[in-house]
């Protein structure tokens, strides 16, 4: 799907953060800036602070190894106190891969991601359906919509108990599912055994995005795609 057109906006002040292991952090600032035409703060896992920002971005990696469980030491670095107060006042997250271990880990959203039903490291494009365009987040997308975006996880298995699966369901708050190209789920689909094929989820105001695919890897069209640009650009669009 051909992203909207979105001009540079230097008003959208982000940050990202970096843990020990990270390894897209590198990749979300080169997007961020193509979007935006500034340099987003890169913020050190050890810092006590965030910088003034309308956007914080937990990025893919493998923090502090994956010791533990993947996401759980980083929930506990000095820097994720003052992401859980911003995301308390409304400060959008945005949590990709590794990202979204260490969100879970942090209660900023329910369920928690546990090791692919192959047990194996899966790297790979695959095709998401776009569950809802009313967010910040998918706003450029439409309802329905089939993307196609990277994963590359060990720990992608979306869990969460029944209630709490059925919340998400009914307030609308599952943001992406695997889907073939026709927008049909399945298990040949899904490519780590999440439960409800569930690829994202916000919180409940929306605030928040968790999700294992990479939007990041496929925002420019000398990569092989841009149907991760839509994202940035609205999210751009949304805080201008």
């Known amino acids: 799907m051909p992203p909207r057109a979105a001009g540079r906006n230097a008003s959208m002040k982000a940050a990202v953060i970096v843990f020990p292991g990270s390894?897209?952090?590198?990749d979300v600032k080169v997007t961020l800036e193509a979007a935006t035409g500034s340099t987003p703060a890169m913020v050190w896992h050890g810092d006590g602070e965030l910088p003034n920002c309308d956007l914080i971005v937990l990025p893919g990696g493998f923090s502090y190894g994956d010791y533990l469980r993947s996401g759980a030491m980083a929930a506990n670095s000095p820097i994720m106190r003052a992401v859980i107060d911003a995301a308390r006042r409304g400060?959008?997250?945005?949590?990709?891969?590794?990202?979204?271990?260490?969100?879970?880990e942090s209660s900023l959203l329910p369920?928690?991601?546990?090791p692919n039903a192959s047990l194996r490291f899966v790297c790979k494009d695959v095709l998401l359906r776009v569950e809802t365009a009313a967010s910040e987040f998918t706003r450029n997308?439409?309802?329905?919509?089939?993307v196609r975006m990277p994963?590359?996880?060990?720990?992608?298995?979306?869990?969460?108990?029944?209630?709490?699966l059925d919340a998400l369901e009914s307030d609308g708050l599952v943001a992406f599912r695997y889907c073939d190209s026709k927008g049909a789920l399945s298990d040949d689909v899904n490519p780590n055994g999440s439960a409800r094929n569930i690829a994202g989820i916000f919180n409940k105001n929306r605030t928040i995005?968790?999700?294992?695919?990479?939007?990041?890897?496929?925002?420019?069209?000398?990569?092989?795609?841009?149907?991760?640009?839509?994202m940035f650009d609205g999210l751009l669009a949304s805080i201008a």
């Open 23 to 26: 390894n897209c952090d590198r």
């Open 91 to 104: 400060v959008r997250v945005l949590a990709i891969c590794n990202g979204f271990q260490v969100a879970t």
């Open 111 to 114: 369920g928690v991601l546990m």
């Open 141 to 146: 997308y439409a309802e329905g919509d089939v």
């Open 151 to 164: 994963i590359a996880h060990r720990d992608g298995n979306y869990f969460a108990q029944k209630d709490e």
């Open 209 to 230: 995005l968790g999700m294992m695919p990479h939007p990041e890897r496929l925002a420019d069209a000398r990569l092989g795609g841009t149907d991760g640009k839509a």
